[in-house]
C-alpha cells in the first residue's frame, strides 16, 4: 500500500507547465528522491503534496488524504523541511522545539531530537545566531517533532559545505532506518545516488526516469571508462583486442578506455603488464545518475 | 488550544527582546511624562479645568502607545515574518490561521496594556495623578481604540510588500498622527487651524474618548468616537482580512 499517490498531477503558472502530468507512489519506509535541475518541477510537486499549493488537475493521496480538503489532518501525521523558511530570529532553540511540539496532539521527545542532530549544545541559542548547517538541522528536527509518518525534504543540503552534506545523509538514512518514509526533493545528482532507495528524474514538469539508483544506471548501458597516462610508446591496437572494449580515445600520453562486463579493468591491467607497457595515473570512471540524466534529457544536470 | 496559548507567551517574550518595540512601548510614554511632569509639575491649571498636565497627558498619551504598536510594531513585524518565511512555516502545522492571528493579535494587545500600566503607575506614584472615571468603561476605551488600530496596522503589513515599506508607511502615517490629534500635545494648546484638522484623524478620537472617560464621563456622551472607532474597526478587520497574505 503505497504512502503516497499521485496521479496525473498538472499545475500550470500562466503558461508554464511546472508539473504536467506527474504521476508516482511512494512506498512505505523508502527514502524516495526526486531530482532535476532548479525550476524542473521538483518544489511544486512537493508543495503540493504539502497541501502549500493546489493542484489544478489530478488526483493526490497522501496517507489516504487529500491534502488540501484534510490539510489539518494531513499536517498531524507528516514533518515538513520548506525550502524556503525562517523562524524569529531571537527565538531560542528550546523554545521553537517546546513551541512547535505544542501544536502537535503527538509529539516526539524534544531534547531526545537536538541530541541526535546535535543541537544540544546549542539549546539556549537564538535562531539567529545559528549557521546555516545548524538552522537546516533544526528545520529537520522541527519535520520530526510530531514524531510524523512522512517526511518531506526540499532541497535539504542545497547551501551547505560537503562535510555538512554528508552528515545531513547519514541523519536522513536514520530518519528512515527508524521506520519513517522520506520524501526529496534535490538537484545534486550524487545525493540522489547516495541517499535514495527509489529516484524519479524530472525534467520540465514530467518524470522521465523512476527506478532505483542502481537499475537506472545500470538501464543506461552505459560504458565504464578507464583512464590512464603512458609513460613510453605504445600501440593502442593492442588495447583494442582486449575483450569488452569497445573504443579507444588517445590524446598525447593520455588514454581513455571504454568497455563493458566485469573484470575490465583486471583485462586491461594485465594486457597493459605483460605488453610490459609503463603507465600511472590510472583510474576507472563508473557511469552514474549524472550519466543517466544527459541521456534521457540531452543536458548535463551541473549548474 | 495549548498550542494557542504557547504561542502567545512566545509572542510576548519575542516582543520584549526587541529593544525598539520594548522602548516605544513600555518606556516611551512614561519617559515623556517624567520629562514634561518635571518642567510643567501636575498643578491644576484653569486651562485644562482644573486639572494638571500630567492629570490631562496619560490618557492622552495612552493614545500614543496605541498607535505605535498598531501602526510600527504589528506592521513591520508581520511584513518581516512574511518576507522571512516565518509564516510560511507556521503554516505547514496543524495550528489554524485564525489561531496564529488571534495569539498575534492577544500578544500585542498584551504588550500594549503593560506599557499603561507602566505609564499610570508613573503617572500615579510620581505625581498623584488624579484618575475620575470608571476602571471598566476606561478599559472598554482602550480595548476598542487598541483593536481598531491593530487592524490597520495588519492592513498595512497586507499593503505593503516588503517590511521596509510597510515601516515606512506606518511611520509616515504614524508620526503626523501622534502630534496632531493632541496624544503628545494637548490640543488646548494648539491652534484653531489645526485643531479643525484634527477631527478629522482617528487617533484623535482615542484621545477624545480616553481623556473623556477617564474624567468620568460617559460612553452616551462619546456616541462620536464610539461609532467612529467602531467603523474604524470594522473597516479596518473587512480590509486587512482582504489584503492579508501568507507568502
Known amino acids: 500500500m503505497a504512502v503516497i499517490a499521485v496521479d496525473r498531477l498538472h499545475k500550470f503558472y500562466g503558461d508554464v507547465r511546472a508539473a504536467n502530468g506527474v504521476t508516482f507512489e511512494v512506498n512505505p519506509g523508502e527514502i524516495f528522491g526526486m531530482v532535476g535541475p532548479n525550476g524542473a518541477g521538483k518544489t511544486t510537486t512537493i508543495e503540493c503534496l504539502e497541501g502549500l499549493r493546489r493542484a489544478d488537475e489530478g488526483r493526490l493521496s497522501i496517507l489516504g488524504l487529500d491534502p488540501q480538503r484534510q490539510g489539518y489532518e494531513l499536517r498531524e501525521r507528516i514533518g ?16 521553537v522545539m517546546g513551541l512547535f511540539a505544542a501544536f502537535y496532539r503527538r509529539s516526539a521527545d524534544s531534547e531526545a531530537l537536538l541530541e541526535q542532530l546535535g543541537l544540544a549544545e546549542k539549546a539556549g541559542a537564538a535562531f539567529g545566531q545559528l549557521s546555516g548547517g545548524q538552522k537546516q538541522r533544526l528545520f529537520i528536527a522541527l519535520a520530526l517533532i510530531n514524531d510524523p509518518e512522512i517526511v518531506f525534504l526540499d532541497e535539504l543540503t542545497t547551501g551547505l559545505d560537503p562535510q555538512a552534506r554528508r552528515t545531513m545523509w547519514e541523519l536522513v ?11 526529496l526533493t534535490t538537484h545534486y545528482m550524487e545525493e540522489a545516488e547516495e541517499l535514495c532507495d527509489r529516484v524519479a528524474i524530472i525534467d520540465h514538469g514530467k518524470i522521465v526516469a523512476l527506478d532505483t539508483p542502481r537499475n537506472l544506471v545500470s538501464s543506461l548501458d552505459a560504458e565504464e571508462r578507464i583512464v590512464f597516462s603512458l609513460d613510453g610508446p605504445a600501440d593502442e591496437a593492442l588495447f583494442r583486442t582486449i575483450p569488452g572494449v569497445t573504443r579507444v580515445e588517445r590524446s598525447g600520453s593520455r588514454v581513455i578506455i571504454f568497455g563493458r562486463g566485469d573484470g575490465l579493468l583486471v583485462r586491461v591491467v594485465m594486457a597493459l603488464d605483460t605488453s610490459k607497457i609503463r603507465f600511472r595515473d590510472l583510474r576507472t570512471e563508473q557511469p552514474s545518475l549524472e550519466d543517466v540524466f544527459l541521456a534521457l534529457t540531452g543536458k548535463e544536470m551541473r549548474d | 488550544m495549548r498550542g494557542l496559548w504557547k504561542l502567545i507567551g512566545v509572542q510576548m517574550k519575542l516582543y520584549l527582546r526587541e529593544p525598539a518595540a520594548t522602548f516605544f512601548t513600555i518606556v516611551f510614554a512614561p519617559m515623556l511624562l517624567l520629562l514634561f511632569g518635571t518642567i510643567y509639575g501636575n498643578k491644576p491649571e484653569a486651562f485644562f479645568g482644573g486639572r494638571g498636565m500630567v492629570d490631562v497627558s496619560v490618557p492622552s498619551y495612552i493614545a500614543m502607545i496605541i498607535i505605535s504598536v498598531g501602526f510600527m510594531g504589528i506592521p513591520i513585524a508581520t511584513a518581516a515574518s512574511r518576507e522571512a518565511g516565518v509564516l510560511r512555516r507556521f503554516r505547514m502545522t496543524p495550528l489554524k490561521p485564525a489561531a496564529y492571528i488571534l495569539a498575534n493579535i492577544s500578544s500585542y494587545y498584551a504588550m500594549t496594556a503593560v506599557g499603561v500600566a507602566a505609564l499610570v503607575l508613573v503617572g500615579k506614584v510620581v505625581y498623584g495623578m488624579k484618575f475620575q472615571g470608571n476602571v471598566l468603561s476606561v478599559w472598554a476605551g482602550f480595548t476598542l481604540g487598541s483593536l481598531a488600530f491593530f487592524a490597520l496596522g495588519y492592513l498595512i503589513a497586507g499593503i505593503a510588500s516588503t517590511a521596509r515599506i510597510a515601516q515606512a508607511i506606518g511611520m509616515i502615517a504614524a508620526f503626523p498622527m501622534m502630534f496632531l490629534s493632541g496624544s503628545a500635545i494637548p490640543l488646548e494648546v ?45 473597516v479596518g478587520i473587512i480590509l486587512s482580512a482582504r489584503f492579508f497574505r501568507w507568502e
Open chain 2, 190 to 234: 494648539l491652534p484653531q487651524s489645526v485643531r479643525n484638522v484634527s477631527r478629522f484623524i482617528p487617533l484623535t478620537h482615542v484621545v477624545t474618548l480616553m481623556r473623556g472617560l477617564w474624567t468620568g464621563e460617559s460612553w452616551v456622551k462619546h456616541q462620536t468616537e464610539a461609532a467612529v472607532l467602531g467603523g474604524v474597526l470594522v
Open chain 1, 80 to 95: 515538513v523541511q520548506l525550502q524556503e523558511s525562517s523562524l524569529p530570529d531571537r527565538l531560542k532553540v528550546r523554545e
Open chain 1, 173 to 183: 538514512k536514520g530518519v528512515r532506518d527508524r521506520g519513517k518514509t522520506v520524501f
